[in-house]
């Protein structure tokens, strides 16, 4: 199915029998996509944490009131 694809765009651009070339495949798309590292994504587990030790019983209002004035951004 992708040769077929290919073909199509070969006879509609002429591309003249450089199929399968590196030229033929856009510069940068393979090094565009970058692996990302476990550790870099955040979890819920990450908020928890840092709600348990920052979020007393003392701040938790103020705490809501600044949640609800980023949302309301």
Same mark, same amino acid.
């Given at each position: 199915m992708k040769h077929l694809l290919w073909m199509g765009l070969c006879v509609l651009l002429g591309c003249e029998g450089r199929a399968g070339s590196q030229e033929?495949?856009?510069?940068?798309a393979a090094s565009q996509a970058s692996?990302?590292?476990d550790t870099a994504i955040a979890v819920?587990? %990450?908020? $928890?944490?840092?709600?348990?030790?920052?979020?007393t019983t003392?701040?938790?209002?103020?705490?809501?009131? %600044?949640? $609800?004035?980023?949302?309301?951004?």
């Open positions: 033929s495949t856009p510069a940068g692996p990302v590292a819920p587990a %990450d908020y $928890e944490d840092k709600a348990t030790r920052e979020i003392d701040n938790y209002k103020k705490e809501l009131d %600044d949640l $609800e004035q980023q949302v309301g951004k």
